[in-house]
């Protein structure tokens, strides 16, 4: 499990240091205002899908069937189901593609949002289809590859960016035609690795396959048990676009840039150790192991733990030094380096609970448990459109991320409770003790870093290399107290993490 987190954890780090790249040269062309709102709401569409699809809804439905028949029936029935989802998927996605042609002749000229959203709308189409090669490589051990993919999505819009933006007079199409071939490409770089493995596109195909048709039964259900944050951004994106109030200008955008940052911690542990761990408890759900199954999701979870609550603190406490650093230049200005970071802090309160929900909805999907994550999603959902129309009004976008991080603590909340549906018994004392070890560190090491950034990148980030330098010596210091106040008190998550890298090196 640590090989495989750690195979998607350098790669994400990769995508998302990409990512990051991406999204400033995207702010440095597009700004904070009108065009920047359009291209991400827009964006936030098949962004939704890829997030519902290769990290979500499709692959917790897709590889505890396939995974099962891997084990009972061998690699030859499995692929066939394979191929029927992949040729269902096809199908759906040329009367798609038709209608998307109809709709952008018909609005090439209006809305600019609606135009880019036909733009990028096949990507949806090859994001599917690439969820389906994830689902199969992960099952059978790789996860290399579906963890690179999103880097050529990075460099594909960076290019098109930086190559083709400065020769056009809509630079947000340019970006928007670049997220569709990045799609493709994704989708490309999957198939000599699925076919090494030894899966064949010409082959035996079962249109409507029994086995495939249960994975997309559950596949609904799963769109709401995983996807319930990305259905709350989609919400809040979509009421601050409307917005009518001081924040109107830009709304979208600080969304946009502060959930990105967020998603950074939370894609490299939480969904790095979600994703390895999937497989391997689904296989030992499969054989009725559930000493192991309880040893796995435990260990998953501490793991977690022990680095995603210094994330949260670290990133609460640099917040605008990072903002400034990735998005301070062109047309984003200081207001909008101090609105996206009033943004960023809202989201970090509610980090672990995104994070927790995430561990938890997998271990119910492990034991193909549809219902509880399935109505922690509607509680999620239904809890952040009501205090989203409490909150807007009053305190703008600060109210739609308030509404987000507390619908996700709600989730999780009914998540834990309803454990006991899998797992008769749980050892909570470990993740307690966990838990305290690390927020306890975590306050230890927020004092330091608060003193250090001070004197080290406090505003108005004016130069850049001081800038770079200051948040990365606030970073390596932090890391450094908490890191060595784990081996001081000789802390299992760390000595375990140490005993595996050693292994592995």
């Known amino acids: 499990m640590i090989k495989d987190a750690t195979t998607v954890g350098v790669l994400t780090v990769a995508s998302r240091i990409l990512g990051f790249v991406r999204d400033s040269i995207v702010a440095m062309f597009l700004g904070a205002g009108l065009y920047s709102d359009a291209f991400f709401a827009a964006f936030r569409i098949p962004d939704l899908f890829r997030k519902f699809f290769s990290d979500g809804a499709l692959s917790m439905s897709f590889i505890p ?50 135009r880019l959203s036909t733009i990028m709308m096949p990507y949806v189409v090859s994001i599917c289809l690439m969820s389906i090669l994830m689902g199969v490589l992960n099952s059978m051990g790789n996860f290399a590859a579906p963890a690179a993919a999103p880097i050529l999505l990075n460099l594909t819009i960076i290019f098109s960016a930086i190559i083709f933006s400065p020769l056009s007079d809509h630079p947000a199409v340019v970006i928007a035609w670049g997220v569709t071939a990045g799609g493709v490409l994704q989708l490309a770089i999957q198939v000599p690795f699925i076919i090494k493995k030894g899966f064949r596109f010409r082959g035996k195909v079962t249109l409507f396959h029994p086995d495939s048709m249960r994975a997309f039964k559950t596949m609904l259900p799963a769109l709401v048990g995983t996807g319930h944050c990305q259905i709350n951004m989609l919400v809040a994106t979509f009421m601050a676009s409307g917005m009518v109030s001081t924040f109107s200008q830009g709304s979208v955008s600080y969304l946009y840039y502060a959930d990105r940052l967020v998603q950074f911690p939370l894609g490299l542990f939480t969904f790095s150790v979600s994703t390895s761990i999937f497989p391997a408890l689904s296989r030992e759900v499969a054989d009725k192991d559930l000493r192991r199954v309880s040893e796995l999701f435990v260990t998953g979870v501490r793991v977690v733990l022990f680095m995603m609550i210094p994330s949260m ?3 609460i406490v640099l917040r605008e030094p990072i903002v400034a650093l990735l998005f301070h230049h ?4 200081i207001k909008d380096v101090h609105a996206t970071a009033k943004v960023l802090l809202l989201f970090c309160t509610g980090m672990w609970a995104f994070s927790g929900a995430r561990m938890f909805v997998s271990l119910f999907y492990a034991f193909s448990n549809v219902r509880i994550p399935l109505i922690g999603g509607i509680i999620s959902i239904s809890s952040n459109i009501v205090l989203s129309s409490l909150l807007a009004g009053k305190m703008g976008v600060y109210g739609l991320a308030i509404s987000i991080s507390v619908a996700s603590m709600m989730n999780l909340f009914f998540l834990l409770n309803s454990l006991s549906t899998v797992m008769l018994k749980f050892p909570w004392r470990e993740l307690c003790g966990t838990a305290c070890r690390s927020l306890l560190f975590s306050v230890i090491m927020y004092g330091v870093v608060y003193i250090t950034a001070e004197h080290l990148c406090s505003p108005p980030f004016a130069d850049r290399a001081l800038l770079l330098a200051g948040v990365a010596g606030s970073v390596l210091l932090g890391g450094g107290v908490y890191a060595g106040l784990g081996l001081i008190f000789k802390v299992p998550e760390l000595q375990f993490l140490k005993q595996h890298i050693k292994r592995g090196l």
């Open 65 to 114: 069937v396939f995974t099962q028949m891997y084990s009972d029936k061998g690699g030859e029935d499995a692929f066939d189901m394979a191929r029927s989802a992949l040729v269902l998927i096809s199908a759906a996605g040329v009367v798609l593609l038709f209608f998307i042609l109809l709709t952008y002749f018909f609005f090439l000229e209006s809305d600019l949002t609606i």
């Open 313 to 315: 603190a670290g990133m």
């Open 330 to 333: 062109g047309a984003f200005g």
